[in-house]
């Protein structure tokens, strides 16, 4: 029997100050500090690479997010911030649990000075969403709402991606209109 993956863990990030990064996961989407640790001089595991590392969850899982801080030695204080685009990590998404968390935490982003990218609906998962960018310049996803894939195996209809305004966007129309499409996909598909 083929392994199979049961969830996605965790996600680590290299940053430049790993209580500045501690600080905005908390302050912004209240993730909490698990633990620090410092790695050991003697150059093994992780600290082959990293000096010290910060462990912060969301729920009671020891960490989601892993925040590291390279040796000196290998990343010195003129490397540059997460590139814009490129190879590697491309963004990291969080789930809020209504979109009044989701419109609450824009704002507080917003107005404290945080990054936004842009905000959006449609495409594939068709949620509602927000990009901001961490400290070091990664890309964040902030998202309600994505859609779920039910037994017959199949993603429902959705419009295209285009930007939305998201202080004024209409979330009873937009969730009535994903069930209409739904009805409309399950009468096509015999379910």
């Known amino acids: 029997m083929k392994a199979r993956v049961s969830k996605l863990g965790h ?11 501690v600080e905005f996961y908390s302050r912004y989407l209240g993730m909490r500090l698990t633990e620090k640790f410092e790695y050991p001089k003697e150059k093994v595991g992780h600290g082959v690479a990293v000096a010290a590392g910060a462990f912060i969850r969301c729920d009671t ?16 204080p003129d490397a540059p911030d997460a590139p814009r685009f490129g190879f590697g990590l ?3 998404a969080f789930e809020l649990a209504s979109p009044e968390d989701l419109l609450s935490l824009f704002r507080e982003m ?25 400290p070091d ?5 902030f998202y309600w709402g994505i859609d779920k894939i039910g037994w017959h195996g199949t993603a429902r209809p959705y419009d295209p991606i285009e930007e939305i305004d998201l202080p004024t966007f209409d979330f009873d ?3 009535a209109k994903r069930e209409a499409d739904m009805i409309t996909l399950q009468a096509k598909i015999g379910g």
């Open 173 to 175: 129309a937009f969730e």
């Open 11 to 21: 996600i680590g990030l290299t940053v430049r100050d790993i209580d500045r990064t």
């Open 110 to 134: 917003r107005d404290g000075g945080v990054e936004i990218v842009n905000c959006r609906k449609g495409g594939p998962g068709n949620q509602p969403r927000f990009y901001a960018r961490d």
């Open 61 to 76: 899982t020891h960490h989601e997010l892993s925040i590291f801080k390279m040796r000196d030695d290998i990343l010195g």
């Open 90 to 92: 491309h963004h990291i």
């Open 137 to 141: 310049g990664n890309l964040l996803e």
